[in-house]
């Protein structure tokens, strides 16, 4: 068994390396494509067809005030042009600063059980406890420096996040068992189809009174982290999703440790949904923690989903979870859930 768990480790870790490598390869194939193709096109001679009266196209040579007028005006004197590379990358010249802006630039994690949102899951423990566990909180953009596209927006924004993560028992009269509660303060940037945040976020874990009145003997954990974490997301198609993050908390107590490495994956489509009619969307995540030897869970979320115009997103379905649990105050203790889901992300 325990040769096993070492093998998972292994596997686990090398998963997640392979998959910040893949993201990190995409994100740069992309900008060189993108800066090949502005230099080509830059240079490429042009073929400009012209619609005579009657409708029809012309590829016969154009009187020369016609191609002067068709011909792109030139930057006025003493202004540069924008230029691809990575200045045009960091700041593109139509970014302009946004209050409280539409849209998010770095999404939550479709499958990740510990990012904000407004959620309810009804699940079957292995053991056949049965739990209601909830998600109250959401993640919002203070301020961006980018595009006012609200589905696809870019440049570099301040988010807040913050939600709490109750337990509730249904078998002892929807009693609390435990609830994580978690703050962030994430910067952004997004790029094409590539993103990436850089910020802070703090996660504690509290035991529920009626849960110690019920197990005097349980030694209750002051699990806390104060961390750091570096995401990446890159956007493989409009409609799939690859992403993977690195975590190092610089004070924790409780049990917890420095390092937590996430990644995963998700198929969910972007465009709005201007009817009733459903989609299907299908998301997995991987969560390796330090204080388990680098093992953690497994989660796996499918159903249908709407979205909005502003990109506000509501799914209903199935959630399979296996693994060290997601609440810290068990955070040892290995659960394997399956219940029934309903998620909103703002």
């Known amino acids: 068994m325990r040769g096993l768990q070492q093998r998972s480790v292994y596997v686990g870790t090398a998963a997640g390396w392979v998959a910040g490598s893949v993201i990190l390869a995409l994100t740069l194939g992309h900008a060189a494509t993108a800066n090949d193709f502005s230099g080509a096109y830059q240079s490429a001679p042009a073929f400009p067809n012209y619609l005579s009266d009657a409708g029809q196209v012309e590829t016969a040579s154009a009187p020369d005030s016609v191609a002067a007028a068709a011909a792109p005006a030139a930057a006025p004197a003493g202004t540069a042009a924008p230029q691809p590379g990575i200045g045009g990358m960091l700041l593109a010249p139509d970014w302009d600063w946004q209050g409280l802006p539409s849209g998010l630039i770095y999404h939550s994690y479709l499958a990740g059980v510990k990012e904000p949102r407004m959620a309810s899951q009804w699940v079957i423990e292995k053991n056949h406890e049965e739990y209601w566990e909830t998600e109250l909180g959401g993640r919002v953009g203070v301020v961006r420096y980018g595009t006012d596209d609200a589905q696809h927006p870019q440049g570099w924004e301040l988010d807040m996040e ?4 109750p337990r509730l028992n249904l078998q002892e009269s929807e009693s609390l068992t435990s609830v994580d509660f978690r703050f962030g303060l994430p910067l952004t940037y997004g790029y094409g189809n590539y993103q990436m945040k850089f910020g802070y976020y703090h996660i504690c874990s509290h035991l529920g009174d009626q849960f110690m009145l019920q197990n005097p003997t349980f030694e209750r954990v002051h699990y806390v982290r104060n961390a750091l974490v570096w995401g990446h997301s890159y956007n493989w198609t409009d409609d799939i999703r690859l992403y993977a993050e690195a975590g190092w908390a610089f004070e924790c107590s409780g049990g ?11 198929y969910s489509p972007a ?27 497994f989660v ?11 990109n506000h997103l509501f799914r209903a379905g ?7 649990s997601d609440q810290y105050q068990f955070f040892n203790q290995y659960e394997e859930k399956i219940g029934l889901g309903l998620w909103y992300d703002f």
């Open 256 to 266: 917890a440790k420095p390092w937590e490495l996430q990644f995963g994956a998700e």
């Open 162 to 165: 913050g939600a709490a993560f």
């Open 318 to 324: 199935l959630q399979y979870f296996t693994g060290k």
């Open 300 to 310: 796996l979320e499918t159903g249908y989903q709407w979205r909005g115009e502003a």
């Open 271 to 297: 465009q709005p949904t201007y009817t009733w009619r459903p989609r299907p969307f299908v998301a997995i995540n991987t969560d390796l923690r330090q204080e388990v030897n680098f093992s953690g869970n």
